[in-house]
């Protein structure tokens, strides 16, 4: 069973840094996608930025670019988000989620099929 287990969330205030980090288990495989989505009370969860192992591809929304960076260690089975100049509209519950088909969009929660159960970031001004 594939299980992704998040940490790293926290509160900062703006302009600071985090780096978020995503520990899988339960495949192997080396073929999959994994990404990280946000949340923020009343809004719909928008991805954030995606990395897709077999095509070498990542991907970064726009309000993220130039300021996250999402990295994976294959050894250490993690995943990573570095945030950057982070910013009160950041604030938000981050997920990681991973699927195998790498079929959809990766800014689409519905092309990944599993989930972590969140952590937290507050940015504050």
């Known amino acids: 069973q594939v299980q992704l287990v998040e940490s790293g969330g926290g509160s900062v205030q703006a302009g600071g840094s985090l780096r978020l980090s995503c520990a899988r288990s339960?495949?192997?495989?080396?073929?999959?996608?994994m990404a990280w989505f946000r949340q923020a009370p009343g809004k719909e969860r928008e991805g954030v930025a995606a990395i897709y192992s077999g095509a070498g591809y990542t991907y970064y929304a726009d309000s993220v670019k130039g300021r996250f960076t999402i990295s994976q260690d294959n050894a250490k089975n993690a995943l990573y988000l570095q945030m950057n100049s982070l910013k009160p509209e950041d604030t938000a519950m981050y997920y990681c989620?991973?699927?195998?088909?790498?079929?959809?969009?990766?800014?689409?929660?519905?092309?990944?099929?599993?989930w972590g159960q969140g952590t937290q970031v507050t940015v504050s001004s």
């Open positions: 989620a991973a699927d195998f088909s790498c079929s959809g969009p990766p800014s689409r929660s519905s092309a990944f099929a599993y």
């Open positions: 339960g495949y192997t495989s080396s073929g999959y996608c």
